[in-house]
């Protein structure tokens, strides 16, 4: 398989993009809270839409430098444009209904688990021990997370009742199954040879096209006050377009399952400003999982030692080091 082009910085750099994007898409539920007039369809449509359209416009000329190439894999592009429109709608409503931090844990706690099944079916790809070894510790880190706000939701500071938290739920797991399928298929597009930006510009540009509709329903509250124009702007400019170019540039040096498991590290992020600069109380348990979700970070961004030479054993051509 011909090796995309800009692919020479290695995985170091593209593990840290990964990382750097996971710390701004954290800021987003603390955001959010300086306009609770929005609704959350409204927040994601703003969010997720227009800062796909401005990562279309930006790419223009690398998308029509590739429009031959996207033409051929037209069915990809849908699948992850439908993804990333869908994202966004239940990412939001599950943090509007479980609480900022439930909705992030499980919507990001459940993607790794998500992008292995994809790659595993669609691509045949097996895991390293490595990224079980990763993926457990930070899965194990996302569920105490859950289970600190499930025991501070039960001392009477939650969110909402326990048919909207399970609602809530579900709607995470329906967010982390569109974000594992939309950064599989801009991850294929771009092993195809299609260049990082092309790709993201492409499936995040559709996205936002499908966004359009959802947000000229719901979107008046964000023109009703400086404030809560203010966070639709920062959504879109900061978390979304920034963090998604670095997430693009992250995903055309390592794969999905690895990009998706280094994002665990937004729940943290989450947690934390949610503790900040909302105010909210986060019990021993969440820093617990907090710390289990560095320790995933750290196995998964260690650098691997060079193998020793063996003449009866030879490492075969290809072993991924993720």
Do not use: K
Request: proline share 6%.
């Amino acid at each position: 398989m011909t090796r995309p082009a800009g692919r020479t910085a290695g995985p170091g750099l593209g593990a840290l993009a990964v990382l750097l994007a996971s710390v701004l898409w954290g800021t987003t539920g603390t955001a959010a809270t300086f306009a609770p007039q929005v609704g959350p369809l409204a927040i994601g449509a703003a969010a997720m839409g227009l800062g796909g359209l401005l990562q279309a416009l930006l790419a223009g000329r690398g998308i029509a430098r590739a429009r031959e190439r996207l033409r051929e894999q037209w069915r990809i592009v849908l699948l992850g444009g439908a993804g990333v429109a869908l994202y966004p709608l239940a990412f939001y409503t599950s943090m509007h209904l479980a609480g900022v931090a439930v909705g992030t844990v499980v919507s990001i706690g459940s993607a790794p688990l998500a992008s292995a099944l994809i790659e595993r079916l669609a691509d045949g790809r097996s895991l390293s021990r490595r990224w079980l070894a990763g993926a457990a510790l930070g899965l194990a880190g996302t569920v105490l997370l859950c289970a600190a706000e499930a025991a501070r939701a039960g001392t009477g500071a939650g969110t909402g009742s326990a048919r909207q938290t399970v609602v809530g739920v579900g709607l995470g797991l329906v967010a982390g199954l569109t974000y594992a399928v939309y950064a599989w298929a801009a991850h294929r597009l771009i092993t195809r040879g299609v260049a990082s930006r092309a790709a993201m510009g492409a499936v995040f540009g559709l996205g936002g096209l499908m966004l359009v509709p959802v947000l000229l329903a719901t979107g008046a509250p964000l023109v009703a006050s400086w404030t809560n124009a203010g966070v639709g702007l920062y959504m879109a400019l900061v978390p979304m377009f920034t963090g998604y170019v670095l997430f693009g540039f992250g995903l055309s040096r390592i794969p999905v399952s690895t990009a998706t498991t280094l994002s665990l590290l937004e729940p943290a992020v989450a947690a934390v400003f949610a503790v900040l600069v909302v105010g909210e109380h986060l019990p021993a348990l969440g820093w617990t999982g907090i710390a289990l979700v560095i320790a995933c970070l750290g196995v998964l961004t260690a650098p691997s030692r060079p193998a020793a030479p063996a003449a009866s054993a030879p490492t075969p051509p290809g072993t991924p080091d993720w």
